[in-house]
């Protein structure tokens, strides 16, 4: 059979053809490496923008609130100056420090319980109701803590001169100020020295009396709920209605007897892990007057 040689030629550049067209393409390196550059180094650029400026925007908001809590720190603290300058004055009007010669008369509680529920009112932090934040739970913990110092410090101010009650001794004049419905939640008197205070119907959530002495103490009706009582002196102590719910009372000390600490209705200490002194070793005058264990001591009676 004779093959023509052009036929051999077209067979050959159809055969030549047909492997150009399958070959494939070859992919040039360097415009994929441009693309890259392209697409990917701005976008780095901007993220890297938007994280700074974002980190940028927590400093600022940080240093504010610093500055916001430092300011609010000192407000207070005037708060209190001021207020016991205004209380200093009014009972050294006739010219005495000593309460208890005198008394107040009417005029004077009035001004003295006016100016002691602004003062309260003003120390107060109000509870933040996102409790999600754990770190600004934190700080709104230890700023409710600082407050609490300083209605501490004022609470003490007013017993020490002897206006919401004072010492063992019934001879002592009673309160001459009633706190009644004042808010002094989440108040610190830690190892406070209080016998016979009086905080009846006061607003007392939150707060904390860990080993205070708040022996003879006025209660009744107070709100106590969340209160830290552990290992407080409530002999004799009133209780009558008071608002217990979620106080921790381990170790307080409560007297059985004719003259008992009185407890609200259906109140059972025993299930607080509370501690029952004898009554007649509960009376400060006697040579056998037991101290509950840890509880802050104040001068001998």
């Known amino acids: 059979m004779t093959i023509s040689k052009e036929a051999g030629q077209n067979e050959s550049t159809g055969k030549g053809a047909s492997n150009a067209t399958n070959e494939p393409k070859k992919t040039n390196p360097n415009a994929r490496l441009e693309w890259t550059k392209a697409i990917l180094f701005p976008l780095a650029i901007a993220l890297t923008g938007w994280y700074l400026s974002g980190n940028q925007f927590k400093i600022t908001n ?16 005037q708060v209190l100056t001021d207020y016991s300058k205004t209380i200093a004055d009014l009972l050294t009007k006739n010219k005495t420090t000593d309460v208890t010669e005198y008394g107040m008369d009417a005029e004077q509680k009035n001004i003295t319980r006016g100016q002691t529920l602004i003062a309260l009112r003003r120390l107060n932090i109000p509870d933040k109701n996102d409790k999600s934040d754990v770190s600004q739970n934190e700080e709104d913990d230890e700023s409710q803590n600082d407050a609490g110092k300083l209605k501490g410090l004022l609470i003490r101010y007013l017993y020490d001169a002897q206006i919401i009650g004072y010492g063992y001794s019934s001879s002592n004049k009673p309160a001459m100020v009633t706190l009644s419905g004042a ?11 209080l016998p016979r205070i009086n ?6 959530d939150k707060s904390n009396f860990r080993n205070a002495s708040l022996w003879s103490a006025n209660l009744q009706d107070a709100k106590l709920a969340g209160a830290d009582l552990t290992g407080a002196d409530l002999r004799f102590a009133m209780l009558q209605s008071a608002t217990l719910e ?20 259906g109140f059972e200490p025993e299930t607080f892990d509370m501690v029952a002194i ?24």
Do not use: M
């Open 62 to 77: 940080l240093r504010q609130d610093a500055d916001s809590a430092a300011k609010a720190i000192e407000t207070r603290e």
């Open 183 to 193: 808010d002094i939640k989440h108040v610190v008197l830690e190892n406070a020295w």
């Open 199 to 204: 905080l009846r119907n006061a607003e007392l």
């Open 246 to 265: 979620k106080a921790t009372l381990k170790k307080a000390c409560y007297v059985e007897g004719t003259e008992a600490t009185y407890f609200p209705l």
């Open 278 to 301: 004898p009554e007649d070793q509960s009376y400060p005058s006697k040579p056998n007057f037991q101290r509950c264990k840890a509880v802050a001591s104040g001068p001998t009676p």
